[in-house]
């Protein structure tokens, strides 16, 4: 699912590329796409953009007249820039707007079908696809020690929950407690509060750091690859490679579709955190620690 770092990427591209343009023409090719039924999202056609916000995970299109074009590209939606102009044609291919002769095509690689536009009469009816979570830019420290403190979950489950934080999934979660050398099913509760304040500027720093790259990395260019593996990134994705700060193998855990990357040593102790699967079908056998761990590989 696209992060915030991906999606102020996108809020940049669509600005400098549609902002102020009037929408010529739109075509749906997946009916389950649009969730609204008034207005008809073929009202949009012929209104100009004259703006566009993020509501936690979803990009907001505000046009003339009050009415806004709502997006939550979920787990595998995408936008693609076209200079030319196309149709809705492939399998993956939601929905195609249409820009003189370009075209913003959104697609989606995934049978579940879960990118969703909504179509929104006026802008005061956006309070209605608003997430409750704070964001991150903007949120004072005692605004987030509370909203971390609310609830006893792991530290893993507070950053990616969208009721809690906005914009922060997967990926960029495992990045920040790296960054914070905290582990990621350390519970909110036990936290001291000098690591609520290293937690606090974490965040903040490394979501910077990830959005000023990205930028640097695309610069005039459409981004065409919004993906939650980077090479830059310093566990995500990096099971079994090394990690950046310390050369520890980083490990993970994983549950559902999803996984949890981190290094033992940065973040736990050099404790091995219980893998669901392998921890189960190892019982007795599976490492607790690192140096056992290694001793394995020798």
Same mark, same amino acid.
């Given at each position: 699912?696209?992060?915030?770092?991906? $999606?102020?990427? +996108?809020?940049? &591209?669509? /600005?400098?590329?549609?902002?102020?343009?009037?929408?010529?023409?739109?075509?749906?090719?997946?009916?389950?796409? @649009?969730?609204?039924?008034?207005?008809?999202?073929?009202?949009?056609?012929?209104?100009?953009?004259?703006?566009?916000?993020?509501?936690?995970?979803?990009?907001?299109?505000l046009l003339e007249e009050g009415s806004c074009l709502v997006f939550h590209l979920? *787990?595998?939606?995408?936008? =693609?820039? /076209?200079?030319? *102009?196309?149709?809705?044609?492939?399998?993956?291919?939601?929905?195609?707007?249409?820009?003189?002769?370009?075209?913003?095509?959104?697609?989606?690689?995934?049978?579940?079908?879960?990118?969703?536009? =909504?179509? @929104?009469?006026?802008?005061?009816?956006?309070?209605?696809?608003?997430?409750?979570? #704070?964001?991150?830019?903007?949120?004072? +420290?005692?605004?987030? /020690?509370?909203?971390?403190?609310?609830?006893?979950?792991?530290?893993?489950?507070? #950053?990616?929950?969208?009721?809690?934080?906005?914009?922060?999934?997967?990926?960029?979660?495992?990045?920040?407690? =790296?960054?914070?050398?905290? &582990?990621?099913?350390?519970?909110?509760?036990? $936290?001291? !509060?000098? !690591?609520?304040?290293?937690?606090?500027? &974490?965040?903040?720093?490394?979501?910077?750091?990830?959005?000023?790259?990205?930028?640097?990395? %695309?610069?005039?260019?459409?981004?065409? /690859? *919004? %993906?939650?593996?980077?090479?830059?990134?310093? @566990? =995500?994705?990096?099971?079994?490679?090394?990690?950046?700060?310390?050369?520890?193998? *980083?490990?993970?855990?994983? +549950?559902?579709?999803?996984? %949890?990357?981190?290094?033992?040593?940065?973040?736990?102790?050099?404790? #091995? #955190?219980?893998?669901?699967?392998?921890?189960?079908?190892?019982?007795?056998?599976?490492?607790?620690?690192?140096?056992?761990?290694?001793?394995?590989?020798?």
């Amino acid at each position: 699912m696209p992060e915030l770092p991906d $999606l102020e990427l +996108y809020l940049s &591209s669509l /600005k400098r590329l549609i902002g102020g343009e009037e929408i010529d023409a739109v075509q749906i090719k997946s009916p389950f796409f @649009v969730r609204t039924f008034e207005p008809d999202v073929s009202e949009c056609v012929g209104k100009k953009i004259i703006g566009f916000r993020r509501l936690g995970k979803r990009i907001v299109w505000l046009l003339e007249e009050g009415s806004c074009l709502v997006f939550h590209l979920m *787990v595998a939606g995408r936008f =693609h820039w /076209k200079s030319k *102009v196309t149709f809705p044609k492939s399998k993956n291919d939601l929905a195609a707007f249409r820009f003189g002769d370009r075209t913003l095509m959104v697609t989606e690689a995934s049978q579940k079908k879960r990118a969703s536009l =909504h179509v @929104v009469p006026k802008q005061d009816d956006l309070i209605a696809l608003t997430p409750p979570g #704070l964001e991150i830019f903007t949120m004072t +420290y005692e605004e987030f /020690k509370s909203q971390l403190k609310m609830q006893n979950h792991t530290l893993k489950r507070a #950053l990616t929950d969208p009721k809690l934080f906005s914009g922060i999934g997967n990926a960029y979660s495992d990045e920040i407690l =790296h960054h914070a050398r905290l &582990s990621p099913i350390q519970w909110t509760s036990r $936290l001291l !509060e000098e !690591e609520i304040k290293v937690l606090f500027r &974490s965040i903040r720093s490394t979501i910077r750091h990830w959005i000023d790259l990205l930028h640097q990395q %695309t610069g005039d260019k459409f981004p065409e /690859k *919004v %993906t939650a593996f980077r090479p830059e990134m310093a @566990v =995500h994705g990096k099971f079994g490679r090394p990690c950046p700060e310390c050369g520890t193998i *980083v490990q993970r855990i994983r +549950y559902a579709d999803k996984e %949890t990357n981190y290094c033992p040593r940065c973040q736990t102790d050099g404790k #091995l #955190l219980a893998d669901r699967s392998l921890s189960r079908l190892l019982k007795d056998d599976w490492p607790k620690t690192i140096d056992e761990l290694e001793q394995l590989s020798e």
